[in-house]
T-cell receptor, first 114, second 111 residues
Framework: EPEVTQTPSHQVTQMGQEVILRCVPISNHLYFYWYRQILGQKVEFLVSFYNNEISEKSEIFDDQFSVERPDGSNFTLKIRSTKLEDSAMYFC????????????FGQGTRLTVV | DAKTTQPNSMESNEEEPVHLPCNHSTISGTDYIHWYRQLPSQGPEYVIHGLTSNVNNRMASLAIAEDRKSSTLILHRATLRDAAVYYCILRNTSGTYKYIFGTGTRLKVLA
């Protein structure tokens, strides 16, 4: 079965630093997503990306966050100036443009801000 | 976004069937019912989905009430590897098709 791959699996960064989390979605998918999960809490939607632009974002996705698909294969989440509260698991997902097909999630990047 | 309600936790003995309920009384006619699970330290994993009719796949069965206001995920023979948080999510056929996760049901499987 196809897979969504994320790198790195674990990233430690100092507060105030920029981080880029990378994802390789499934090649023929059209929608791409980022979610986060703070330890012990539920999975939260951050942003969806379609046709090379953001199609929807949550309140969490403020100006510190950005996404891009620079080369048609990778899908990245950038956090400009990390805060302690950004420490979480970040999951990338991809899917087709329909509600009756499944989306695939990556295994996540654990971001630790110190 | 239509909401779902699930019990916080359930227990099952190994090798026995498990029925995980989900209520979604505000479901719309275009919402698909998706089930995902999250094993410890992993990303959400697709289990099954349906619209109106009951569905079976190699992992599980999905029983959907006639009025679609509730559904039940059935694991026919629970194994220790099925211990996970199970999420019932409504996914629309328009918009961005995002998933909105609730708190899910934590399934504990006893040996």
């Amino acid at each position: 079965e196809p897979e969504v791959t994320q790198t790195p699996s674990h990233q430690v960064t100092q507060m105030g630093q920029e981080v880029i989390l990378r994802c390789v979605p499934i090649s023929n998918h059209l929608y791409f997503y980022w979610y986060r999960q703070i330890l012990g809490q539920k999975v939260e939607f951050l942003v969806s990306f379609y046709n090379n632009e953001i199609s929807e974002k949550s309140e969490i996705f403020d100006d510190q966050f950005s996404v891009e698909r620079p080369d048609g294969s990778n899908f990245t989440l950038k956090i400009r100036s990390t805060k302690l509260e950004d420490s979480a698991m970040y999951f990338c997902a991809s899917g087709m443009a329909s509600g009756h097909t499944k989306a695939f999630f990556g295994q996540g990047t654990r971001l630790t801000v110190v | 976004d239509a909401k779902t309600t699930q019990p916080n936790s359930m227990e099952s003995n190994e090798e026995e069937p498990v029925h995980l309920p989900c209520n979604h009384s505000t479901i719309s006619g275009t919402d698909y019912i998706h089930w995902y699970r999250q094993l410890p330290s992993q990303g959400p994993e697709y289990v099954i989905h349906g619209l109106t009719s009951n569905v079976n796949n190699r992992m599980a069965s999905l029983a959907i009430a006639e009025d679609r206001k509730s559904s039940t995920l059935i694991l026919h023979r629970a194994t220790l590897r099925d211990a996970a948080v199970y999420y019932c999510i409504l996914r629309n056929t328009s918009g961005t098709y995002k998933y909105i996760f609730g708190t899910g049901t934590r399934l504990k499987v006893l040996a």
